[in-house]
């Protein structure tokens, strides 16, 4: 079954992904029928026109400025916090890693407190305020981590761990304290932590694209090197791998991936653990293949999961609600199998 599906398996994600997306923008609160939505869609991408009479300019902004931008917006969110989920699982050889591990949460969150207890209403390349205060927050703590774990000119993964953790930790007191003090926010600080999709559209798409494009690039180009430090990092040296340099690689290109995303959607937590262990599960451990299956497995996940949040009830519910939902029972399940001696 493996060797069936890596040699169609791409091919057959590609095309699911491309499913995943024309059916969930066929689908929402509003009542747009299934022929005018596919006509909508034809118009505006292939400038095909089959009689557009008769369908109100509601109805195509919300398919074209609404549905549309959202899904490829969650499509690249949760393929880039899925692939550098899998990055970190590799670079780290913790199967419990995840892209949030070093505190960038806490840092775009941090960021992001300052910005809506400030009301800072400035902005940059498409993004708001409180996005760019949370995309500064996030990639200053990956700096402050890295330069505190940093012997000379190595930087000792446990080390690495333990100062994300610590750093995370206050960066969480520092937001619970602002948020004694500014009580008037706390509900739309706590809402901007919860993770949503809701409002963002082709402006956001765009901000955030070049630097995910940038990060996964780099990610790509790196799967030789880190199915090499599954080995072990001494056994990696010893065969031509610069380790030092991939830590460098992994952890700036990861972190100005889930910076960009995190600044604009807020923290959805758990698609960067559980999307790589499902992917391995399929494909194997080899990073050529978990890498690039990670970003269109994360990515069919966050839409579906998005589609969850805006159509079961008659009030949003933000996604990142949905992601714990299915995450946290997957984790019980790989902390189980650990402690079997599964992993």
């Known amino acids: 079954m493996k060797s069936r599906f890596k040699k ?10 491309i499913i995943i997306i ?24 292939f400038h095909i026109d089959l009689g557009m009479e008769n369908i109100s300019a509601g109805a195509v902004a919300i398919i074209w400025n609404v549905r549309l931008p959202r899904i490829i917006l969650a499509f690249i969110t949760g393929g880039a916090l899925a692939l550098c989920g899998a990055a970190y699982q590799g670079i780290f050889k913790n199967p419990m890693a995840d892209p949030y591990l070093l505190g960038v949460s806490s840092g ?30 996030s990639f200053a ?23 994300g953790i610590a750093i995370g930790q206050t960066l969480s007191a520092i937001i619970s304290l602002l ?7 706390i509900a739309k600080i706590m809402f901007w932590t919860m993770g949503s999709l809701n409002g963002l559209g082709w402006v956001q798409v765009i901000a955030v694209l070049p630097y995910v494009l940038l990060g996964c690039v780099i990610l790509l180009t790196s799967v030789r090197e880190l199915d090499i430090m599954l080995l072990g990092e001494d056994t ?21 991936i889930t910076a960009a995303v995190v600044s604009v959607t807020g923290i959805i937590g758990f698609v960067g653990l559980i999307i790589p262990h499902i992917v391995r599960m399929v494909t194997g451990p080899k990073h050529r293949v978990l890498v690039p299956f990670s970003l269109l497995f994360g990515g069919a996940f966050l839409i579906l999961c998005d589609t969850l949040a805006r159509t079961v009830t008659g009030q949003e519910i933000p996604v990142g609600i949905i992601t714990a939902a299915f995450g946290g029972p997957f984790f019980v399940f790989l902390l189980r199998r650990r402690k079997k001696g599964g992993m």
Do not use: H, W
Request: aromatic share 6%; net charge positive; hydrophobic share 50%.
């Open 236 to 256: 990696a040296t010893q065969l031509g791998v610069d380790t030092e340099r991939l830590k460098k690689k992994v952890l700036i290109s990861s972190s100005i």
């Open 179 to 185: 948020m004694i003090f500014n009580q008037e926010d």
């Open 8 to 17: 169609y398996g791409m091919l057959i994600s590609i095309i699911s992904c």
């Open 108 to 137: 775009a969150a941090l960021g992001a407190s300052i910005g809506i207890v400030l009301n800072f209403s400035g902005g940059f390349l498409g993004l708001s305020g409180t996005a760019v205060l949370a995309f500064i927050g």
């Open 22 to 45: 024309y059916l969930c923008t066929l689908l929402g609160v509003a009542s747009i029928s299934f022929l005018d939505a596919n006509k909508i869609l034809l118009n505006q991408l």
């Open 141 to 163: 703590t990956i700096l402050i981590v890295y330069n505190i774990s940093k012997v000379g000119r190595k930087v000792p993964v446990a080390t690495l761990l333990l100062s």
